[in-house]
C-alpha cells in the first residue's frame, strides 16, 4: 500500500542555519505530495505541494521538489528561524483520490 | 470563514461513559476526516466520508461510530471509552481527496 517515510527527528539546528527533512513515498502512479506544519497544540496546516513531477512547492522560505525517479519530496529552508519550530509531516494523496497517507512526522527545534 | 471547527476542545471521561466529538466545516467540502494523534505520534485515519451520508472506515475505527447528515457537520462518537483512547482528535476537511486537507483545532481527550 502507499506509505511516507521521515527522517526521524529530534531536528535541532541554531538559528540560520540550513534546514533539509527528507521525505520518501511509496504509490503507485502520480500521487499529490504535501508538507504540513503543526505548532505546538494547534492542528495541522498545509505549508506547500507539489502535484506532478518536477513541480517545486514553496512558501514561506521553505521548498520541496517532487522527485519522480528517487520518489522524494524533501522539504528545504535556507534559514531558519527560531519561530520555525515545529513538527513537519510529509503527506500524500494517491491519484485515484482514495487514500490519503501522512508520515509520521519530524519534530524541529530552532535555537536562538 | 470559520472553516473548521470542533467542540470541545478538552475533555475527560471515566471508563465506560459516551461521548460525541463535534466537527463542522462552511467551506462546502465534500470530504471530511477523523484523526487520532497519539503523544509525539504521527495521523491515524478513524473514519471518513466522501459525502452527506456515505462514511467508510479508516485505519483505526475499532470504538468510534460516524454519521454524515449533512455536508457540514460529521461528529464522532466514543462508546464506552477505554483508556486506549486518550489521544488529540483532529477533524479535516478538503474539496477533494487530492487537494489540501483543512484542519480544526483538536480535541484533546483523557479517558481514566
Known amino acids: 500500500g502507499d506509505s511516507v517515510t521521515q527522517m526521524e527527528g529530534p531536528v535541532t539546528l541554531s538559528e540560520e542555519a540550513f534546514l533539509t527533512i527528507n521525505c520518501t513515498y511509496t504509490?503507485?502512479?502520480?500521487?499529490?505530495l504535501f508538507w504540513y506544519v503543526q505548532c505546538p497544540g494547534e492542528g495541522l496546516q498545509l505549508l506547500l505541494k507539489a502535484t506532478k513531477a518536477d513541480d517545486k512547492g514553496s512558501n514561506k522560505g521553505f521548498e520541496a521538489t517532487y522527485r519522480k525517479e528517487t520518489t522524494s519530496f524533501h522539504l528545504e529552508k535556507g534559514s531558519v528561524q527560531v519561530s520555525d519550530s515545529a513538527v513537519y509531516f510529509c503527506?500524500?494523496?494517491?491519484?485515484?483520490?482514495?487514500?490519503?497517507?501522512f508520515g509520521p512526522g519530524t519534530r524541529l527545534s530552532v535555537l536562538p | 470563514n470559520a472553516g473548521v471547527t470542533q467542540t470541545p476542545k478538552f475533555r475527560i471521561l471515566k471508563i465506560g461513559q459516551s461521548m460525541t466529538l463535534q466537527c463542522t466545516q462552511d467551506?462546502?467540502?465534500?470530504?471530511m476526516y477523523w484523526y487520532r494523534q497519539d503523544p509525539g505520534m504521527g495521523l491515524k485515519l478513524i473514519y471518513y466520508?466522501?459525502?452527506?451520508?456515505?462514511?467508510d472506515k479508516g485505519e483505526v475505527p475499532n470504538g468510534y461510530n460516524v454519521s454524515r447528515s449533512t455536508t457540514e457537520d460529521f461528529p464522532l462518537r466514543l462508546e464506552l471509552a477505554a483508556p486506549s483512547q486518550t489521544s488529540v482528535y483532529f477533524c479535516?476537511?478538503?474539496?477533494?481527496?487530492?487537494?489540501?486537507?483543512?484542519f480544526g483545532p483538536g480535541t484533546r481527550l483523557t479517558v481514566t
Open positions: 467551506m462546502n467540502h465534500n470530504y
Open positions: 503527506a500524500l494523496s494517491d491519484q485515484y483520490g482514495q487514500n490519503f497517507v
Open positions: 504509490a503507485t502512479g502520480y500521487p499529490s
Open positions: 466520508s466522501v459525502g452527506a451520508g456515505i462514511t
Open positions: 479535516a476537511s478538503s474539496y477533494r481527496t487530492d487537494y489540501e486537507q483543512y
